[in-house]
């Protein structure tokens, strides 16, 4: 099935595998006359380069963007924009024995069943290296929401047991966990640095919210603002859970407790007195800030033995080596922003046609 | 924008308002020869009809449904089945009222800000009863499963401060809400009571479990698995979180806890020691049983008063009349579970045109 | 597959069959706030209503239709409109011969073949009652159009050898061939009757003309406004050609007879001296006229003796009996106008996000 | 929109300007397991290259493809194939002047009317260029139908005034302007240089005709084998009419001469004595061989003067520069053949999920 692209109407198609000869994005959909140059995008993949702190695994990774199409003169055109990274830094190496086994945790067994064969190299099209091409298309997302005033934020919420208590925006840059509490940071460094003495791995959960939202993003059935989101986050690797709001905590609430208030707002506006819903009503957006949450598993590849089976399905004890970040929290940041983002911005496009007044704004105020 | 589809090659399209001239949805892509027929449908819309225990709205909906399409002595033709639900029991009543402001928790105050105006009796598109198209077709869809041997089981996994302690799978329907443990169900019950007299209502969590799926289903990027489920069960109102298998708890696990080691199975197979990862890797089924979650908030319409503002943005205070669920959690199971069952449908259709060695058994074995 | 959908945002899906309960068709997408009645929906359904004329069908069917959603005081809500057409005149008769065997020129032989077998009451879905829910569908369309200015003016061009020769555009109503040309509509007349007295049929050309339209409908490659108009009357059962402009003619023509001129229009706009282009360039409307037509096959059922096998391949001859039109062209006019208002519609609405301007003129100018 | 995405199952998304970086296209849903090299792809873009004959543009362009993903160990993974062809022999050149008019019969100003500005060089998007993507996508394709006996002859029919009077297959490959008739090339190559000595250009017809087509292609309604075909040949640029089987000619036949006959095949197969419908009955491939043309506007870029505007609404007189085909149909030979293989192809995979028996053998006979 084609299943590499995502979005209706500001919509992506990402390609590439781990170890070929590069990865990369069309985005298609964006409108005409948003400035863009390759620099928008660096900064972007920059963000989610691994061997930028201890945790983070040592391989050295250019990752340069180049802007192939749909850029003229520092603006969009409105047709494809397409981005390629080259792969440049995978060390060849001998793959047999990766390739004669299934490690736990990871989509070997399943790309096999699913496919009959795959490419083994370096964990192929699930990589963790497939989320270039979404980072790439989330910067030009995000270059188009600046433009109207909306702003992500996304940060380390919790590594294993330790959580965030406190919340400084400007901390978030500060620190390579990407957490906004100085404190939690180091507490969760120490903890990475037990968990990778004893070869293991740790999950935590990312946050973003997002301020500026118009109302009425948003489709009130199955394309429900929340359920896009949810699928966009979910639909990253070592994702398994998706909050909105308050969360799994609506389960144990009640009516009262849960529901938020109205309230006068400026200038005639309507606001809401708390925020438990996240930013969104029967799926659309109400104008609050948008507030999500991933849960993303421990890093699968660990030195440590464990069990497991060979192509042959016999039993066997296997030590995943090579360059394994014991964490993938922190650099899951910028995929979860990239993927809000365009999320966003194709919700924003579609909710441009809800209404006969907003067509006849286009076509007879023209 | 067309936000009432859902699915790709098995695609429904619900449309539908709670107190217009009835409810519907058409299936389009049901392959042809398979036994249906309106038993089939009634089922499962008497599965989440009210008035069924002393905890749901005592309103009386026959929710009776007529196949008009796509059915052709006994079995689907491969056309589009269409099913039509008569709003019959809607009583006539004052709206003026519930027209004038913006309750809390409801998507009023979003509809009129998208759309300008809304259908403001009983919820219009945003009611509960647009899942009426929902489960209709997910009535199809789990008898196209059921032909292949997979099966769904739903149930109430928690009600506010109650959660199921064992699981009885006779249990489920010995009780109104769906509980597989008779004990947690009679004290859920008496929560619930509880919240009645405070006028008041509560939240809960649906768990979904599969089996007998194969292996295969899913893609491994956007069209990941459960980012599909997720988006699904996302899409029910109400529903705040999504989790696949251990969900939130993978972010304070590690790795070695949370990997599932891969055992010898019978007959050459392989299967999971465990199953953290709920029946899902890469995106893609994996062999076990496949496990969900949803968290579904507390009823937002309380018989309390609560602040919120009228349609000219002056603040009041309301009390929600009206014959309302104080949990909405039972009668959202078959929901859970239809959504569910279009995912797993759609799915396995798509996955049959993975390899050239499928194309070749249905074209060159004819 | 799902394939009884058609466009992207102004989204419709139709379903039934000839001798079902009915047919109808779910329009999806459609901005709120336009003004819509059952008597909009009427008046196009009657213009494809048999039993208008000698030369169709006998055969009385009220074809009534009922809005069953999405529309509200009068109004599009945003939400999808269902609408239905009971089946009430279909007279129950023995239909075993029939599905004994395959009519030349119809589909049995290919549902058959597809399905593996097929609802051989009156064709089934490949019914020319299928067009119901296109035109019901396209009478939304051209209401929304018509809010903008736009207007289509859709006639029989030609019947077997008669072509019309001038162009009264008053005179499309007054004959029931649907011909702008009092003489030409006489001539085809008697050459109908000559048709019916041999037990055969005649094709036809239907032709569209599309005034008002703005500039930009229509993407650069594969969405081109022509390639989708292309895509929806080829849609329509028995069409074989589609052309825009000159069509066929550009193939003998040259670059200096075929390029259209630019000259200065009024008020600083530009417009085309000529227009063999029909309308569009590159794909996109260029503000000159829309003009399209589409071939349309002599009806395949004819009381005449043909040649053709049965199910079991044995070769037998046979007379088609009952109600036949012995041509389809008068009654597919509505049906051309119908698919060309549904392709501009949603070209209207996609072209809305082709722009940062548009963009800013939604939302920072609220 | 994005637009530059054709197919549901087997789906490409194109992308690149004439004088960008380069051109590509990703190739996504294609099965795994299909071999498939640069080699492959290769022969195809060579058969749209220019610089082959006198009526061919002068200019030398590589086109060398690079597969960038999607294939290992000389088969297609299931994951998208994403493929690249540099830009290299743009020259360097003024293109000050053709920013500032609107050449007739090109896209320039509808580009302008709908983006607000154009990449100008070389045509852009709009450019002939953009077809590279569909031709490596086609390749693909034809690569997947050849597997299953599925072969297509694609020819030029006519140019100009010249049309062939017999068909002889091998003679394709033996004239540079792909005529299946040596007569008539060496008369329309003669017309040619009459065209050129006018500093004219001529128009003319494709022609393909695809043998081995399993029955079942395609659906009842929207999704008709011949109007996807219709949209996937209309889509490229220059065509302005689409026929299938008899095509226009059906207009003035009569459903005596029009009809197939039946008969009985070759091991109780059934066959249709003629094939004026050109192997679809009812939107779906009845067996026998799909016909189907596209009649190609003369290039629109001549060197003899035309009246235009300037984009200042001015009028001017131009006569076009540069490196011009007096004939785009050769070329678009290879093109028209791709497009037509990329529809099969993904009705082909499509038509796998038709019946519940097929899903059984997928499923259940694994």
């Not at 064969?117 to 995000?142: C, K, L, N, P, Q």
């Not at 390579?176 to 004893?198: G, N, R």
Request: proline residues 5%; hydrophobic residues 35%.
């Amino acid at each position: 099935m084609a299943g590499s692209s995502f979005g209706s109407i500001f919509r992506i198609t990402t390609w590439g595998e781990s170890h070929g000869a590069g990865l990369g994005v069309v985005v298609d959909g964006c409108p005409a006359g948003l400035p863009l140059c390759e620099e928008d995008i660096q900064i972007f993949l920059n963000r989610r380069k691994p061997g930028q702190s201890k945790f983070a695994t040592p391989r050295k990774e250019d990752d340069t963007v180049e802007i192939l199409s749909g850029v003229f003169e520092g603006k969009t055109t409105g047709t494809p924009i397409s981005m390629l990274v080259r792969n440049t830094s995978q060390r060849s190496r001998d793959y047999s024995e990766i390739a004669s086994y299934y490690r736990p945790g990871h989509a070997d067994y399943t790309f096999d069943e699913k496919y009959g064969f795959r490419d083994y190299r370096g964990g192929g099209r699930s990589s963790g290296r497939e989320t270039i091409g979404r980072v790439a298309a989330g910067a030009v997302a995000s270059k188009l929401l600046a433009t109207l005033g909306i702003s992500l934020t996304t940060y380390t919420r919790s590594i294993g047991p330790v959580t965030i208590k406190t919340f400084d925006r400007t901390q978030i840059d500060q620190n390579k966990l990407y957490m906004p509490d100085a404190d939690a940071a180091a507490e969760a460094s120490a903890y990475l640095l037990h968990c990778m003495k004893e070869q293991n791995s740790s999950g935590g959960i990312v946050e973003c919210i997002v301020n500026g939202l118009p109302t009425g993003l948003g489709d009130p059935v199955f394309e429900k603002l929340d359920a896009n989101l949810g699928k966009a986050i979910l639909s990253i690797g070592a994702v398994k859970a998706f909050e909105i709001g308050d969360g799994m905590a609506v389960a144990s609430a009640t009516g009262r407790s849960n529901n938020d208030p109205f309230l006068p707002g400026e200038n005639g506006a309507i606001r809401k007195a708390s925020n438990h819903a996240g930013g969104v009503l029967g799926g659309i957006s109400d104008g609050s800030p948008l507030i999500l949450r991933a849960a993303i598993k421990p890093t699968p590849s660990i030195a440590s033995f464990q069990d497991t089976v060979n192509k042959q399905g016999k039993p066997i004890s296997v030590s995943i080596k090579g360059r394994h970040d014991p964490i993938i929290v922190p650099r899951a940041v910028v995929v979860v922003e990239s993927m809000t983002a365009l999320v966003l911005a194709d919700a924003l496009l579609l909710n441009m046609t809800a209404t006969m007044d907003n067509v006849k704004k286009i076509y007879t105020d023209k």
